[in-house]
């Protein structure tokens, strides 16, 4: 099942490669997300918004390192147990995302179902690679 590591990874870099193209606008949202008001940019300096989309970039990234670090046998507990924590924090902000952009694209007018879809998808990408970590054995080291 280690794919699924792989899968989840890719998945994120389409966020990566979504948040890359944002800050080199200089735009707030994120690809299939909801509209941005042009009122939004208002509590934004010169440069912000885009620091702010490079900031989740970043964020992005560092959970391919994450599920990068998962294809690794451990054969420690405490690293294995950090990084299960850290990607089912992960699992948890995608499954978040996808109730509130699902959720609020059916209730309300604002849109933000496409996002909303990718983040679902993304959720259970990420909880997969995460169960696939948790079910495997350490490595014995003799």
Known sequence: ?????????????????????????GRLGVTGGPHVSPESYQGYGPGEVASAQWANAGSGLLIIVFLLAAQVRFDRCWPRVVLLVLLWLCTAMAAAGAVGMLGGALLTDRGGAVFGGYCAVWAVLLFLATRDLQ????????
């Open 1 to 25: 099942m280690r794919t699924m590591g792989y899968a989840a990874m890719g998945w994120t870099g389409l966020y990566v490669v979504s948040k890359v193209f944002f800050a080199l606008e």
């Open 135 to 142: 079910r495997r054995p350490l490595r014995v080291v003799t």
